[in-house]
């Protein structure tokens, strides 16, 4: 049902400028970034972006969505919205004249281009159209600062966060990182967010398992459970023990 507008307005008064999406490997981040993305290029396109009216109960997060099309309606999903305002009753995409993402890898050996400097690339991409549009860019960012030293990654994500903040862009993040979480929890131009995960009962009796609901808990910070995801792919009992001795204690402070 085709139950959303595109129109600019700057919305920064009354909620975040951006949202920082936690949670699983696999819990659906990269999916609800995507659909964030996907809304806003359908607005420019002036096609009719399939969202509908969150049910009773659903509140700020819905199924795999964005977090454009949170605070009352399902766009795929949603969570409270950052980077779209949305009425409280009907789900609502704003306008963008430029939406930059960085979404996948871009390794390019014959032009030296390693995975780490082509995101580096993309977010100066970012931060140039943030100067020139300014509440109108909506800038995507699929973990920024991996592919490299995580504290050196973490630190140059958050100084690229914080610049587009301050250049007035609209923001969508997914991350890991600790530093980006706690950055989320303290700077109110941000929104936090965790993807859900759910305790279910295994068939024979064979305990219970974590698996992601792919709804978008607002307000909430989520784990990696990077264990978990490796024990769903197989490695051996043998070498994830090892791996939690390994670990020196709890995954970071954000999470706790």
Request: glycine residues 16%; aromatic residues 2%; contains cysteine.
């Amino acid at each position: 049902r085709p139950a959303c507008r595109g129109h600019v307005r700057d919305a920064s008064a009354t909620r975040p400028q951006g949202l920082v999406l936690t949670g699983p490997n696999g819990g659906g981040k990269s999916v609800a970034l995507k659909t964030v993305g996907l809304a806003a290029l359908l607005v420019r396109c002036a096609v009719p972006v399939p969202c509908s009216p969150a049910r009773d109960g659903e509140g700020g997060g819905g199924a795999e969505g964005g977090a454009g099309a949170g605070g009352g309606g399902r766009c795929g999903g949603g969570g409270d919205g950052a980077a779209m305002a949305v009425a409280a009753s009907s789900p609502r995409v704003d306008f963008f004249s430029a939406v930059v993402s960085d979404l996948a890898e871009a390794q390019d050996v014959s032009a030296g281009t390693s995975s780490y400097s082509a995101h580096v690339r993309s977010c100066a991409r970012a931060l140039e159209a943030a100067g020139a549009h300014g509440a109108s860019a909506l800038v995507l960012l699929d973990e920024p600062g991996a592919s490299t030293e995580p504290a050196e990654g973490a630190a140059v994500a958050q100084a690229v966060i914080e610049e587009l903040l301050a250049r007035g862009a609209r923001l969508v993040a997914t991350t890991h990182a600790s530093p980006l979480k706690l950055l989320a929890l303290r700077d109110t131009r941000l929104q936090v967010a965790a993807m859900q995960r759910r305790r279910v009962d295994r068939r024979n009796g064979a305990g219970a398992a974590a698996l992601p609901s792919y709804a978008i808990l607002v307000g909430a910070v989520g784990g990696s459970y990077a264990l978990d995801a490796a024990a769903r792919e197989g490695l051996p009992e043998a070498l994830l023990a090892r791996a939690r001795g390994l670990l020196p204690g709890a995954e970071g402070d954000a999470d706790d």
